[in-house]
């Protein structure tokens, strides 16, 4: 069983700029795709904002009672240290959350601190999709060091022309015929000299 705070890393998954529960780290990367989609990337606020460790419960707790940090929860309680809260910073993460977030199991409607604003807890049984993962998209792969320029061309019959010119001056060339499952044909060894006439390949 696992104890607040303590969660081990299986049963955690990323969200942009910190980790949550792998529920509720999925069920927020899907709704931070949507708020990307309206023009904001949903962000905690810190470091110790979305998954919190015992210990930062600890100094966050300590500081409450000092007189010098914010409301805090007694360290073993926070949802935080369950991975289920996220802090948000500002008023236009607040807003985004409240308009589109409870279909994701995010809402102000079940907060257990309602007089936190920037507070927002997960409530399972909204969302039930895929973890879209903290960027949302798939990631870009990296081109080769050499990869220079990238050229593609879409022919009116269905043909797809991919053309790479390298550092190196060379030219690498293929195409996909529009009823292949795949790449049917390729080019290599080509000069710069030739970028444009090398015709209707393919055929
Ligand atoms: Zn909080």
């Not at 929860?73 to 607040?94: I, K, L």
């Given at each position: 069983?696992s104890?607040?705070?303590?969660?081990?890393?299986?049963?955690?998954a990323?969200?942009?700029?910190?980790?949550?529960?792998?529920?509720?780290?999925?069920a927020w990367?899907?709704?931070?795709?949507?708020?990307?989609?309206?023009?904001?990337?949903?962000?905690?606020?810190?470091?110790m904002?979305?998954?919190?460790?015992?210990?930062?419960q600890v100094?966050?707790?300590?500081?409450?009672?000092?007189?010098?940090?914010?409301?805090?929860?007694?360290?073993?309680?926070?949802?935080?240290?369950?991975?289920?809260?996220?802090?948000?910073?500002?008023?236009?993460?607040?807003?985004?959350?409240?308009?589109?977030?409870?279909?994701?199991?995010?809402?102000k409607?079940?907060?257990?601190?309602?007089?936190?604003?920037?507070?927002?807890?997960?409530?399972?049984?909204?969302?039930?999709?895929?973890?879209?993962?903290?960027?949302?998209?798939?990631?870009?792969?990296?081109l080769?060091?050499?990869?220079?320029?990238?050229?593609?061309?879409?022919?009116?019959?269905?043909?797809?022309?991919v053309?790479?010119?390298?550092?190196?001056?060379?030219v690498?060339h293929?195409?996909?015929?529009?009823?292949g499952?795949?790449f049917?044909?390729?080019?290599?060894?080509?000069?710069n000299?030739?970028?444009?006439?090398?015709?209707?390949?393919g055929?």
């Amino acid at each position: 069983m696992s104890e607040n705070g303590k969660l081990p890393a299986s049963e955690l998954a990323p969200i942009a700029q910190g980790q949550l529960r792998i529920d509720a780290a999925a069920a927020w990367n899907a709704l931070n795709v949507e708020s990307r989609r309206r023009g904001l990337e949903l962000v905690p606020t810190g470091s110790m904002s979305s998954y919190r460790t015992y210990s930062q419960q600890v100094y966050l707790w300590e500081e409450y009672q000092a007189g010098r940090g914010a409301l805090a929860a007694v360290p073993g309680t926070s949802n935080h240290g369950w991975g289920t809260a996220v802090d948000t910073p500002d008023q236009r993460h607040w807003s985004m959350i409240e308009q589109i977030g409870a279909p994701y199991g995010y809402s102000k409607a079940w907060s257990d601190a309602p007089s936190e604003p920037w507070h927002v807890v997960y409530q399972p049984g909204h969302y039930t999709g895929p973890d879209p993962g903290p960027y949302g998209i798939p990631a870009i792969p990296e081109l080769p060091e050499d990869t220079v320029s990238l050229f593609v061309i879409l022919n009116k019959d269905g043909r797809v022309e991919v053309f790479v010119e390298q550092s190196d001056g060379e030219v690498w060339h293929a195409w996909q015929k529009s009823a292949g499952g795949a790449f049917e044909g390729a080019q290599t060894g080509v000069r710069n000299a030739t970028w444009f006439t090398l015709g209707t390949p393919g055929k």
